[in-house]
């Protein structure tokens, strides 16, 4: 059938269903592909896609195509695979930022610099990952997260190739940038005051993989952090622990090498560093 098929007669049933039966074998379509593959017009190809996305039975990639969500691809499976970040994330930032009405950012580690997806409070969706999506490490919080269980020669390459001052208040003397990782170390929570944005705090935590190895972080965005630290805390340790467990095959705790995050004294999140 020809994408400009006439509608009448199909039900929004048969319209949906034709549409998820273009995905197989972990395939991926345009637009036009799928209207022109399920028989519909675009623009109802559109409408209907956009829906299936809203509730992640589709995906979009990179490129703008679609694909399978994870709970399609899972159906009919006996695998018990760990969920990929990629997956797993969006929902985990969505419920985070709608928890806390904050903010809030995934990050991993890349040649030195964050590579980072965010969502802003309200209805807005949560940001793709994107090559021109980038952090500097040392004055945010994501940052800090990731270097703080990163090998020693990640750290020192991060102090080579320059500690840059984005406000008055970043830390740029590698003596205290290194203390300021020793205590995200043991205290399994990285604070940052107005470092990156003046005004602007980060609050994060590590996500930890079966191995124990850090494989991600997750940040909160507040404005002041004597006030509204000890609220957040809660919801950022329950949604890192969560991904963790999710990551590191779904069931049961997290590797036994993950402790719980110690909270931070006053004088370890309020004293400035620099």
Not at 115 to 133: C, L
Not at 244 to 249: D, I, M, N, Q, T
Not at 250 to 259: D, L, M, Q, S
Request: with cysteine; proline share 8%.
């Amino acid at each position: 059938m020809a994408g400009n098929s006439a509608e009448s007669g199909r039900s929004v049933t048969s319209k949906i269903t034709a549409i998820l039966l273009t995905f197989t074998e972990g395939s991926e379509h345009s637009l036009t592909e799928i209207a022109r593959l399920a028989g519909l017009p675009i623009s109802t190809a559109h409408r209907l896609a956009s829906e299936l996305t809203s509730w992640r039975l589709l995906e979009r990639t990179p490129c703008g195509h679609y694909r399978a969500g994870l709970p399609l691809r899972m159906i009919g499976t006996g695998d018990a695979c760990p969920a990929s970040i990629a997956e797993r994330a969006p929902c985990v930032l969505e419920d985070l930022s709608a928890a806390t009405r904050s903010r809030t950012r995934l990050g991993l580690l890349r040649e030195l610099e964050v590579s980072y997806i965010e969502k802003q409070p309200g209805p807005g969706p949560v940001t793709a990952f994107s090559p021109a999506a980038t952090l500097p490490a040392h004055p945010t919080a994501l940052g800090r997260a990731l270097l703080a269980f990163a090998p020693t020669g990640v750290v020192e390459m991060t102090i080579l190739r320059g500690l840059r001052p984005y406000t008055p208040h970043t830390v740029t003397s590698p003596d205290r940038f290194r203390r300021a990782l020793a205590v995200t170390r043991l205290t399994r929570v990285a604070v940052t005051r107005w470092e990156l944005e003046q005004g602007a705090c980060g609050v994060a935590m590590p996500v930890f993989g079966a191995g124990g190895e850090v494989l991600a972080a997750i940040e909160l965005t507040v404005r002041d952090l004597g006030r509204e630290l000890q609220p957040v805390m809660a919801a950022l340790s329950i949604a890192s622990r969560s991904l963790s467990r999710e990551l590191a095959g779904g069931g049961g705790e997290p590797a036994a090498t993950v402790p719980a995050p110690r909270r931070p004294q006053p004088d370890e999140r309020l004293r400035p560093v620099r």
